[in-house]
């Protein structure tokens, strides 16, 4: 059997990396730039805080989290199924999946939203459930935006959730992305539980690094460029060396993929996650806060140790705010923001929170526009036999995918090496 070279070792990378371990093979190396695993999926340690880097959930709607990296593995912290969010007046109310928690569905301030744009959501959920899978995903020729004009959902609804919500999710406040991805994370949403693992999201790559022999991994090793000759590839590292395989798993995310395959650059899109402590909690729910403004810096912000209390250290607590667009002000400007903008909804947080840290992701997420998702499927049949992708552009960005991906692609590499 030749060997397989497995470049990067964010959760693509590992999920392949642990199918080869698990069907015993053992010539197979996992080339990785940094000097960690996990990629783009990153906890920093800080006086006692685990901070992630962006706003990080897992779901368990998604398979992976059955298949590859059981959710009990994570000992996971769990959200509610829900929002608070800010109304027209200003009021805070919950919004809340009917079924899970009725008491908070029917709190008063109910209906949030009119009659017209939650049965609107209601047909949209129900498509979403018809059709869950990724599969129409990559056909799909509807932005999100596009989507909910021709609904004709109000300014209301459009504002004070969908685009706070599912902006947030997509880090895209002009919901260009795909409506595929709509109905895709909106499915997700109902038919699974959001869950935080224990200690950060850094845990699924710790999980998974755990179960792959250490002597696979060369750490420091930036790969530059891939050949293809007439017996496998030849992999030219950043260093100068030269490291030939018989089939290449690319696990780079988007913007590296691209580069190393020569494809046009993806958009990517950024966010930056500013974290403060405080002595008490602002709220005590354990959901995500939506602020209703034009184009706030703050997209959404929740108190991350309500949901899992080991983010922070005994008696504190721990609130993450996840801007979209940074508009390129110091760490100062956006505490003194993000403060005004969560005291505009919850007027308590200027007596209580202190800042801490924050944490800017300059390449979080590929832009998802539907155009951008067929162009990525055609370019994928155009792959050399034994070039296998994984990540980003192997199908939508997330852990799921990510995950799947990585698995299959070591799963095709077995069967060339059968
Ligand atoms: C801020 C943020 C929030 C997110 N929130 C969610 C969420 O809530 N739910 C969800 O499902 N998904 C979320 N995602 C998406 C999910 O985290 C990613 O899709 C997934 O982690 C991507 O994993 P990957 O292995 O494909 O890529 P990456 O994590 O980017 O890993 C690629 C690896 O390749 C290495 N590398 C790059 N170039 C080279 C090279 N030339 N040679 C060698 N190694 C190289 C990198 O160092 C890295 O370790 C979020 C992502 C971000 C950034």
Redesign the pocket.
Known sequence: MGRIAI????????AAARRLTKAGVSDFVV????SR?????QTAACNGFRLD???????TA?PAFREILPAASLEPAWFDSGVLLQTRNGRVVSFHHPLRHPRKAWQSGWPPFGWWDLLQFGRLAMEALVRPGEGGIGRERQSTAQLLEQRRFSEDFVDGFLRPFFGG?F?DDDLQTSAGLLRYYLANFLLGRAFLPKGGVERLAATLRAQIPDDRFLFG????GIEKGADGFRLALESGGILAASTVIL???AE?TAR?LGWPAPRMQP?TSIYFRSRRALYPDRCLVLPRAKRPLVRHFAQVTNVDPSLAPEGVHLLSATVLDDRGLDDESLFQIALREIGGVMPAAAGLLEPLQVIR?PS??PGQTPQHLVTWRQRRATLPEGLLL???LAGN??????LQS?AHAAESALGRHR
């Open positions: 470049i990067g070792a964010g959760l693509a990378g590992l080339l990785e730039r940094s695993v996990g990629g783009r999926v880097a962006g706003f990080h959930v897992a779901s998604y999710v880090l090793q930036a790969v530059r696990a780079l995310g590296e190393i966010t992701v979080a997420l994984a990540g980003d960005a997330c852990q799921q995918n990510a990585g």
